[in-house]
Nanobody, 126 residues
Framework: QVQLAESGGGLVQAGGSPRPSCAAS????????VGWFRQVPGMERVFAAA????????DYADSVKGRFSVSRDSAQNTVYLQMNSLKSEDTGVYYCAADKHRRTTTTRNPSEYDYWGQGTQVTVSS
């Protein structure tokens, strides 16, 4: 089992640059792919970004490409989502998720992830 814990969200002004993190504990010896998803009330979780287990492959939704950057510190078992130039439509709860089946690629499908964190709220004020 792997436990994930997000932190680093909060209330941010438009144009701000928070950096939520996703810390893994438990069976973290394997390098799982990690994805970030955004959810707003009444809507499904939407893919934002992902990084492979090796860290060599990343993927971004068109809506965040060029503004968000995902990275990982394997020694700390932590994945980061650097968010830049935030817009009001970036508001939501951001969840990280781990995919135990992939090492060198990622997926955008939330149903293919095995472990989820509790989420961290990011609210962008204009």
């Amino acid at each position: 089992q792997v436990q994930l814990a997000e932190s680093g969200g909060g209330l941010v002004q438009a144009g701000g640059s928070p950096r939520p993190s996703c810390a893994a504990s438990g069976r973290t010896g394997s390098m799982y792919a990690v994805g970030w998803f955004r959810q707003v009330p009444g809507m499904e979780r939407v893919f934002a970004a992902a990084i492979s287990g090796s860290g060599g492959y990343t993927d971004y939704a068109d809506s965040v490409k060029g503004r968000f950057s995902v990275s990982r510190d394997s020694a700390q078992n932590t994945v980061y989502l650097q968010m830049n130039s935030l817009k009001s439509e970036d508001t939501g709860v951001y969840y990280c998720a781990a995919d135990k089946h992939r090492r060198t690629t990622t997926t955008r499908n939330p149903s293919e992830y095995d472990y989820w964190g509790q989420g961290t709220q990011v609210t962008v004020s204009s």
